[in-house]
Structure formats: structure tokens, C-alpha cells
């Protein structure tokens, strides 16, 4: 398969060379010796046709492909061909440029929060987003999405990749093409579940989900579910969306749910979600899985992020809901 790809790529980029240049006669990927020859920049451009897969085989192939591949500019390049222009301008460039802070006095600020714990992380950074990331602060400081290349390397994590074991030795700018192109999820089963049992909320088991376990609420009086990121989130925007589906019949959330994001570096989310927005949800997806965007966090700097859903209503049973996963989506 590698073999038919990296065919299938050469051919294309072939059709576009002059026929004055180069010899086109040959199917066989191992004859093609001229392609040693070509400009970097052509080679470049047959490789937007490769898929990550494909890309290692290719630089096993030889040194000169080694070389290419394992190089900031190669990156650059791919990051820039296959992202917005504003990502790849911002985390090509404009993420590693520090700008200087003017030190002000914050004042105190409450969360916003509905319904607070004073114990918990997830309070606690939003307190922190109120006071030094709400917009007038950040105007008056004139802060700045920034990381140092050094921080980047020591912060960063993958969620479907493994983190190099020798990451001084890799390309700062091919860290951050799998930065980009990997999926920031977390499910709520790896979350903390108040009442979680058989009876309340339910750990379900299904293949329809991101690790195989959803969790359903069946009926509860206290909504309350609250995790984080397994790993540090660099500095950006993200689009929040959580996976989830209503039981079509069985809605029952009374009061304002809120769902909530607060990195520890940056400006949170607060969504509310009420009863009648739930039932328009089933209502158009009926019984499958839908994803919800609720809004964007902005990340200043690496940041922990802490999430959750509670609906503290005293005196009204809450159930017809299930969630998969929420996921961090780098947008422009």
C-alpha cells in the first residue's frame, strides 16, 4: 500500500513536469532513479501526496530522503499546505515570538460560576481566568499566546501519538505538525462521576464510544461530572465540542446545566445549557451520537485544562442524557 501511495503521488507530480525534463517511461517505483535529482522543492511537493505512514517508510528509503524529511523546513511546508493560514502562520512563527507585559494590580473576580467548590481545580483555575485573562486584563497587560521552542519540547503531549523518546533530537516543527493534526479528546468515563453506580449515572459499555465506555445518566438530583486533559494544551484557540445524545422520551434536565473549560493559563468557557435546548437536541438527532460545539477557550500559556457538567437544582431529578467525550479543537 505505501508503495502503490508514493506510485500514485510520483505520477501526479509527474503529469505536471514538462516532458522535456524528465523521463516518464517507467511504472516501476525502484527505477525511477532520477528522482534523487529533483529540485527539494519538487520532492516537497510529491510528498503532500503521502500520508504520516507513508513518510516514514520513505525516509528509511535513503539518506537524502532522511534528511528531507527530518528537517524544520519540510514541516513548515506541510504544516503551511495543510492548515489555514492564520494556524499556520501562528504556530510556525508567531507562538515562539515573546513580546514584553506591562505588571498590573488585578482585581478580585468570582468565577461565574453557577454552582462553586472551593476544593476544586477546575474553580480554582476559573477564578485565576477571571482575574489575570478576562479582556480588559489582557488588553492592559498586552498579553500574548506565547511558549518558548525549549517549553514546547518539554510540554508537550500527544493524545494518539507517543511522545518522542528523544525529542531534542526531532524537528521543533514536525512536534508541532503532530501537535495539530492530533486529537485533543478526553472521555468522561476517565472522569470523576458523582453517584456513578448502577443506578444513578452508569459507566455503559459500547463500541460506538472514543474507549468504549459512555457514561448515562439515568436519574440523579445532583449533576456533577469533573475531570481534565490527560496532557498539557498549548497556547491557541480551541473550539470546545462534547460528544453526546439524548434519550428521544426521557429528557428530563430541569434548571440550567452548565458545561464548563478552564485552562490554567487562559480565558474559560462557560456554557448553559437549558432543559428546552436538550429536548431541541434530541429532537434532531433523535437517539444518535451528535457532536456539540459550546463555544472557544483561549490558552495563553502550556496550560492544564479542567472540565465539567454539573446542575446542582435541588429538587428535581435530572436524566435522558449520555456523554462520550469532549474534545479541544485548534481553530483560527
Known amino acids: 500500500m505505501t508503495s502503490k501511495r508514493i506510485r500514485e503521488g510520483l505520477q501526479s507530480i509527474i503529469s505536471r513536469i514538462s516532458p522535456f525534463t524528465i523521463n516518464t517511461t517507467t511504472d516501476d517505483i525502484s ?35 532522511y534528511k528531507l524529511i527530518n528537517d524544520d523546513n519540510f514541516w513548515i511546508h506541510r504544516i503551511h499546505h495543510q492548515f489555514p493560514h492564520p494556524i499556520a502562520n501562528f504556530y510556525t512563527f508567531d507562538l515562539f515570538q515573546k513580546s514584553e507585559e506591562i505588571e498590573i494590580v488585578p482585581q478580585s473576580r468570582p468565577s461565574g460560576f ?16 477571571a482575574i489575570y485573562y478576562n479582556d480588559e486584563v489582557i488588553e492592559q497587560r498586552h498579553t500574548k499566546m506565547y511558549v518558548s521552542e525549549d517549553d514546547f519540547l518539554t510540554y508537550v503531549g500527544y493524545f494518539h501519538y507517543n511522545k518522542p523518546t528523544k525529542k531534542m533530537n526531532v524537528p521543533l516543527m ?44 439515568q436519574s440523579v438530583c445532583w449533576l456533577e461530572i469533573t475531570g481534565n486533559f490527560e496532557h498539557n494544551l498549548m497556547p491557541g484557540k480551541y473550539e470546545v465540542i462534547w460528544r453526546m445524545k439524548g434519550h428521544a422520551g426521557n429528557i428530563s434536565m430541569y434548571g440550567v446545566t452548565e458545561f464548563l473549560v478552564a485552562p490554567s493559563n487562559g480565558k474559560m468557557l462557560i456554557k448553559r445549557i437549558t432543559e428546552e435546548e436538550f429536548r431541541s437536541y434530541t429532537l434532531e438527532h433523535g437517539n444518535r451520537w451528535f457532536l456539540k460545539s459550546l463555544g472557544q477557550i483561549m490558552i495563553y500559556k502550556p496550560s492544564k485544562v479542567m472540565v465539567g457538567i454539573r446542575n446542582w437544582r435541588e429538587g428535581s431529578w435530572k436524566a435522558g442524557v449520555t456523554w462520550d467525550y469532549i474534545e479541544l479543537k485548534v481553530i483560527p
Open 114 to 129: 453557577m454552582h462553586t467548590r472551593e476544593d476544586c481545580d477546575l474553580d480554582r483555575f476559573a477564578v485565576n481566568s
Open 174 to 217: 514536525k512536534l508541532v505538525y503532530f501537535y495539530l493534526i492530533d486529537r485533543k479528546q478526553q472521555a468522561a468515563a476517565n472522569m470523576h462521576v458523582v453517584h456513578l453506580n448502577g443506578q444513578y449515572l452508569v459507566d455503559r459499555t459500547t463500541q460506538e464510544s472514543l474507549t468504549g465506555h459512555v457514561i448515562q445518566l
Open 31 to 65: 527505477g525511477i532513479c532520477w528522482i534523487l535529482d529533483l529540485p527539494l522543492e519538487i520532492l516537497q511537493m510529491i510528498t503532500d501526496y503521502l500520508n504520516v505512514r507513508d513518510l516514514t517508510s520513505l525516509s528509511r528509503s535513503c539518506q537524502m530522503f
